[in-house]
DNA sequence: ATTCTACACGAACATACGTTCTGTGTCAAC
DNA sequence: GTTGACACAGAACGTATGTTCGTGTAGAAT
């Protein structure tokens, strides 16, 4: 009952290197014949024969009688491939909207703010937002100079925000206070008729307002992202 | 001489669809009778008639005599198509290699990739890496506690870590100083012959270490992502 | 009306391509 | 030795699939 596993031939592996480049640079399979041509297999029954072996080990998915039917599933290095479509929806764009510092600007899309370009967006893996998140219309916001350093988001930060009015228990929100022009990232509290408001560096004392109504909700933040590697164009 | 140029009619957006939707879920592009079939065209000749329309006004690219050869070069909307080989290169997987705490506990990606779930790990856009990191092996690593405060990394926080012994000024490292058996993050300079270590909070003061050999480079930050998004499995 | 063009159908044709069969050589196990 | 599993080659076969051709219709141009 001892099955061989992980034994890939050289011949296993070349045909799997085949399969790979063939697709991404011609964009369909290849056939049974070219495999044969690009690996150096001359007879089409050998080809053949190792396309049904990859089949088992799981690399590979084949369709009979149909021409340049398979497809690949697994790398050579035995990593999945994520099939075309995947890596399409796997993927969020999110629009750069604008700046935020001290007093707060958020310049809605349409302004023809030019410092970064139209199709300038941040890339997010579907991944890494959960569903909801992912499905609603996201926006991000470079942050500019230290204001929110209590929030623990430093200059040239981005954040990344869901458009909403009411918050919930525990989540980072944009809020401004009547009275006050200025807008900032605190975890947000409602509790006993007050709310609280709780920068995210824990050395810090929370704000507790006692009229929720001069609370004004501007968004959530989703996630925030620092790049280190300095690669400004 | 007047020739319609965008003229998409019903039958090519739906040939169109059809090639899309066959791509992505099947793996290979169709044959002519399953366009037929899909977008309700009886006859093999007005498919191929069509097909030669769209290949002509550049949405797809055609190889005669060959079998399902053809692919897809512009969406139904006129938006470029990405070819595979982008898909497939548009998003870094990194892997989640461990936590890191007040008592560091980095863990360089040793060979045993295969220790975490292949689902444990973190998806980051190509577009957000350069180049050279996109291309280097990176590591990611979940922090612990308050510890990193300091830095404007917070309990939570993912930091993307590229493994490196040398540090270049201005880039936040991971660094443990010789007689200590703690790591921090801090941004790094060499300067007049001592390095001044500066935490990423603008309000607190740098550390002066005059003998550079006391200090040990683990790793350059990257990244750092903050996922405001409860999403607990 | 006639002609031309775009669109459509279905059948016939040619071949690209997957499948199968026979045969050969090697190497271990018996 | 014999057997059997394995790797490989080449040819023959069947068909899936692209191509071509003859025909027809509807509408615009002549």
Redesign the pocket.
């Known amino acids: 009952m001892a099955r061989k596993k992980q034994g890939l031939?050289d011949?296993h592996k070349k045909i799997l290197e085949v399969l790979e480049d063939y697709q991404t640079n011609v964009g369909y399979p290849p056939?049974?014949?070219?495999i044969g041509k690009q690996a150096g297999?001359?007879?089409?029954?050998?080809v053949?024969?190792?396309l049904d072996q990859l089949e088992e080990k799981g690399f590979i998915e084949?369709d009979?009688?149909?021409?340049?039917?398979m497809r690949l599933l697994k790398d050579v290095t035995g990593q999945l491939i994520d099939a075309v479509e995947n890596t399409l929806e796997n993927m969020v764009r999110i629009p750069l909207a604008g700046r935020i510092g001290a007093g707060i600007v958020i310049q809605p899309p349409d302004t023809d703010f030019n410092l970064y370009d139209p199709d300038e967006g941040i890339e997010v893996a579907r991944s890494m937002l959960s569903e909801r998140d992912a499905a609603s219309s996201l926006y991000a916001l470079e942050v500019q100079g230290d204001s929110m350093i209590d929030a623990m988001v430093d200059d040239g930060d981005i954040v990344i925000m869901k458009h909403t009015q009411e918050a919930r228990n525990g989540e980072m929100v944009a809020i401004r206070l009547k009275g006050s022009d200025e807008t900032t990232l605190k975890y947000f509290y409602r509790e006993n008729g007050h709310v609280r408001l709780q920068p995210a560096n824990p050395t810090m004392q929370p704000i507790i307002i006692e009229d929720p109504n001069s609370v004004e909700v501007q968004g959530k933040v989703v996630m925030v992202i620092r790049q280190m590697d300095a690669t400004p164009i």
Not at 31 to 34: A, G, L, V
């Open positions: 031939s011949r056939s049974i014949r070219e297999i001359s007879s089409t029954s050998v053949n024969y190792y084949r009979r009688k149909v021409s340049r039917g």
